[in-house]
């Protein structure tokens, strides 16, 4: 999906048509932001970068990426030179294996690659027009109202931190997001 597709989607929804186009896509950017501090890479789009990790030794070394599209280049640490590697094998998962070792220590591969999705795969697009929705329907600084007999009250942040609220995924957003999720580093 692109980004126009998603603006265009958010601003259909129920009580979005107020929003203007630029409103819309700094909802969606803003909730891009929070959907790739969930996952702990940047998810989309494709783009080729140059990224140094720290290795254990061993026969495989983890990138911090789960959709690995093409490797250029690996060069391995030994004092301040890089020495580049050959015969490297690498997954769509973002591992890269070889026969032998791997160094031990931090910062002692260094990889050219090309990963991510070309849009936000799967369900990514729902989670991020529900995300940006409710921060755009999120009353700011009012919690209550009062006028007459009748008063109305809002959840707030804390209160509906379980529902997700505004700036915030919910249960089920954050279950979509966990098959995009890099592992915690031990």
Do not use: F, K, N
């Amino acid at each position: 999906m692109t980004e126009e597709e998603l603006r265009d989607r958010l601003m259909r929804r129920p009580g979005m048509s107020h929003l203007t186009a630029v409103q819309a896509e700094d909802l969606l950017l803003e909730a891009a932001d929070v959907v790739r501090d969930h996952v702990g890479w940047h998810l989309w789009p494709s783009r080729e970068e140059t990224i140094t990790v720290d290795a254990r030794g061993g026969t495989t070394v983890p990138l911090p990426t789960l959709h690995l599209t093409d490797l250029t280049s690996v060069a391995t640490a030994r004092g301040e030179e890089w020495v580049d590697v050959e015969g490297v094998a690498w997954s769509e998962g973002g591992w890269l294996l070889r026969h032998g070792c791997w160094p031990d220590g931090p910062r002692s591969v260094r990889a050219s690659i090309v990963h991510g999705y070309a849009g936000p795969p799967g369900a990514v697009p729902s989670v991020l027009i529900g995300l940006a929705a409710r921060t755009a329907t999120a009353p700011a600084g009012v919690s209550s109202e009062q006028s007459g007999g009748e008063s109305l009250s809002y959840a707030t942040a804390a209160a509906s931190d379980y529902a997700g609220g505004p700036g915030l995924l919910s249960p089920a957003e954050m279950r979509v997001l966990d098959r995009y999720r890099i592992g915690a580093a031990p």
